[in-house]
Nanobody
């Protein structure tokens, strides 16, 4: 059984940076991904990006490409989402998910609020 716990959310100003963490308990296989999603009020959940647990290659949605970076530390069973040049449009609850698609394991989410 895999459990995920996000942390690091908060209130920041536009242009600031913020790093979210996803602590993973349990075992992930090299073929698994850790993915990040977000959901803004009144909107559908949006894919942010993912990282392959084994190879470490990452992929991003167009809306965050060039601003966000996903990393993983297999020794610490941790994934991070580094977010730069934040805008109010990035305000959302951010979730990490893990496993193989469709993702079976989800965290509880962490709120990120970007003020203008």
């Amino acid at each position: 059984q895999v459990q995920l716990a996000e942390s690091g959310g908060g209130l920041v100003q536009a242009g600031d940076s913020l790093t979210l963490s996803c602590a993973i308990s349990g075992r992930l296989f090299s073929s698994h991904h850790v993915a990040w999603f977000r959901q803004a009020p009144g909107k559908e959940r949006e894919f942010v990006g993912l990282i392959r647990w084994g190879y470490g290659t990452s992929y991003y949605s167009d809306s965050v490409k060039g601003r966000f970076t996903i990393s993983r530390d297999r020794a610490k069973n941790l994934s991070s989402l580094q977010m730069n040049r934040l805008t109010p449009d990035d305000t959302a609850v951010y979730y990490c998910a893990a496993g193989a698609e469709p993702y079976k394991y989800w965290g509880q989410g962490t709120q990120v609020t970007v003020s203008s």
